[in-house]
Nanobody
């Protein structure tokens, strides 16, 4: 069993930055691949990025490459999403998720989800 708790969302102007955190608990957390997804009003949940606990391999969706950075602190059991150069289209609820595979971009592959944190980017 894995529990995920996100924090760090808020309201920011376009061009600004936010850092999201995902605190992970559970004895086997290291065997999971961690992902960030987002869901805007009226839209489907969208893949953002993934990171592995071992090795720290990362993957990003094209729309955030060069602006967002996913990272993890194994000792603290926290996954981060540093978001720079934010745009109004980044406005969404951001979710942290964990899956036992190799890092899918499909939300259906993920076993555990946090409650989400709202990110609002004003123009």
């Amino acid at each position: 069993q894995v529990q995920l708790v996100e924090s760090g969302g808020g309201l920011v102007q376009a061009g600004g930055s936010l850092r999201l955190s995902c605190a992970v608990s559970g004895r086997t957390f290291g065997s999971y691949v961690m992902g960030w997804f987002r869901q805007a009003p009226g839209k489907e949940r969208e893949y953002v990025a993934t990171v592995t606990w071992i090795g720290g391999s990362t993957l990003y969706t094209d729309s955030v490459k060069g602006r967002f950075t996913i990272s993890r602190d194994y000792a603290k059991k926290v996954v981060y999403l540093q978001m720079n150069s934010l745009k109004p289209e980044d406005t969404a609820v951001y979710y942290c998720a964990a899956e036992t595979g190799v890092g899918s971009i499909r939300s259906a592959e993920y076993d555990y989800w946090g409650q989400g944190t709202q990110v609002t980017v004003s123009s």
